[in-house]
């Protein structure tokens, strides 16, 4: 008897993932690796995290909390953006979710209809496009490059045939480390109020900057909904934990989404999360690793044939365009892996428009590990 199965499950796979795999298949054979495929920091969390995180275990019966998540976590996630940004957050507004992940599907569905259209940049996250397809939404891609630093603008959202219902944003972007000013995401929040388009703001690379914050669309538009996590600027990615700020439309949707799906967060890293923002000074430790980081790859790459490169003015990415290289970066970057030893992301993966001659380079990883790295490329490249 043959069984049905759902159309749901017919989405691109998340190519990271499957590198990853590969690259893990070849380090359990005996090769080795330089991971610069997942966007992942290196290390621990940080040690008052994993001090929190004992003294639950030891205290608290790690059951289940209220949908939206423990009270004193919230609360100072509101005092983040009071702090931060000068913004105050009634703390009612904030849900905790199962890493960001849950935060796009919660915002998701509480935001969207089957048939809505969504506008979102290509190159962008793929799980942004992913997750949309899969729940009947769609994805309305919009190329960016160079000459709007890889963002979406207001022209070229005006340039997009037929009605949209959503945008979604992501400054600093993956995979490009592109951002946008407070007035930029300002004027994305003005015109998307003006037109009754909601914005989804993906907020999670926030912390992590070269120069100037990344604009946060925190007090910026009445409807729009920000999505952040503990993974990145934080480094408690495996803890799975994030956050959304919910604007007042939304919050019992989502909370009636959450209780269904998720009921809650993992309750210990909730726990454990509510002395990462006593971490600062460890934090930032990490992002100077990631700029030095960032300059060993900068400097090294054109030597080795990688000169086209995104601003990469957040986040720990680098997008190059390798058009000059080949026109098939799936298969370069198996024969990098191959024959290097290094693991690094098509751009296929971020773009499925203009992704067969671009690649992601990671940097969360150690600063010798870059430097290594870009030594093999280099001689590969000879």
Known sequence: MAFKVAGRGAISPFIVMD???????????????????????????????????????????????????????????????????????????????????????????????????????????????????????????????????????????????????????????????????????????????????????????????????????????????????????????????GWMVLPADLVRAVECLQQNLFISAPTLSQLAACAVFDCTEELNDRVAVYRANRDVLLNELPAAGFSRLAPSDGAFYLYADVAELTNDSAEFCRRMLAQTGVAVTPGVDFDPLAGSHTLRFSFAGATAEMVSAAKRLKAWRK
């Open 19 to 241: 590198v990853m795999r590969a690259a893990n298949q070849r380090a359990a054979e005996g090769g080795d690796v330089i991971h610069l495929e997942v966007g992942q920091p290196s290390g621990q969390a940080p040690a008052r995290v994993l001090a929190a995180a004992k003294a639950a275990l030891d205290s608290d019966p790690i059951g289940y909390t209220e949908a939206f998540g423990v009270p004193r976590l919230r609360e100072r996630i509101a005092g983040h953006y009071r702090d931060v940004h000068g913004v105050a957050v009634d703390s009612g507004r904030i849900a905790i979710t199962t890493g960001s992940s849950a935060g796009f599907l919660l915002a998701f569905l509480a935001a969207f209809n089957p048939g809505d259209r969504v506008a979102v940049a290509a190159p962008g996250y793929p799980a942004y496009r992913n997750i949309l397809t899969a729940l009947g939404i769609e994805c309305v891609l919009v190329p960016v490059a160079e000459a709007s630093r890889w963002q979406l603008t207001v022209a070229a959202l005006e340039q997009v045939e037929g009605k949209l219902d959503g945008v979604v944003v992501a400054s600093p972007s993956n995979p490009t480390g592109s951002m946008l000013s407070a007035a930029e995401v300002a004027a994305l929040a003005v015109w998307c109020e003006g037109r009754g388009i909601r914005l989804i703001s993906d907020e999670i690379y926030h912390g992590i900057v070269y120069g100037a914050a990344a604009g946060s669309a925190i007090g910026a538009g009445e409807h729009a909904v920000i999505v952040n996590s503990f993974s990145k600027y934080y480094a408690m990615t495996g803890w799975r934990l």
